[in-house]
């Protein structure tokens, strides 16, 4: 059979699927934005709950004549096993308000790629997985989609240029040996 009739065959199939993989890259990665915009809602959610609460320790510790600080050490100092744990959910809520608060101005103060890095230094792993249990994909119109597009078209590119480079060294190999 003559090879050179399969040549320009499998030129087009190679090209339709170089094609299809930059289409699921850019696909993959526009994504990014839609997510990132999911999560800071969930973040928004959280930290707003938590202001509630938060809210509702400082009232109970002003109806003591006491600051929320003072409030807290209080049930933390206390003899009482329940009350030293009620302290402790009470310094963690106060902690966890602030860690969460700062990541959400970070991650709605900023763009670009720059979102995508406070999303990965600040991120909780609980509201991640709640967000990406829950993601709905979508496609915004805005300059980030471009980049984040541009961005997954080079990734899968570079990873299907590397595999096939690498079949092609090994199918040499083996048709020298």
């Known amino acids: 059979m003559n090879l050179r009739i399969l040549k320009p065959v499998g030129s087009f199939f190679e090209s339709v699927f170089d094609r299809t993989v930059s289409a699921a890259g850019a696909l993959v990665f526009i994504q990014v934005p839609a997510f990132l915009v999911q999560y800071q809602q969930r973040l ?15 009232s109970a510790a002003a109806g003591n004549s006491r600051t929320v600080e003072e ?29 969460l ?4 101005k970070n991650l709605s103060g900023s763009k670009g790629l720059t979102k995508f890095f406070y999303f990965i230094k600040d991120m909780d792993i ?52």
């Open 44 to 58: 928004g959610g959280h930290v707003d709950e938590l202001a509630l609460l938060i809210k509702k320790y400082k």
């Open 71 to 99: 409030y807290i050490g209080l049930h933390l100092q206390s003899d009482v096993k329940e009350f030293v744990s009620t302290g402790r959910i009470m310094a963690d809520n106060m902690d966890r308000f602030t860690g």
């Open 101 to 104: 608060s700062e990541a959400l």
């Open 126 to 177: 609980d509201i991640c997985k709640a967000a990406f249990k829950n993601f709905v994909p979508g496609i915004s119109f805005h300059f980030d989609t471009l980049l984040y597009g541009a961005m997954g078209i080079i990734v899968f590119m570079s990873i299907y240029f590397v595999i096939k480079k690498s079949l092609h060294f090994i199918i040499s190999i083996i048709r020298n040996h």
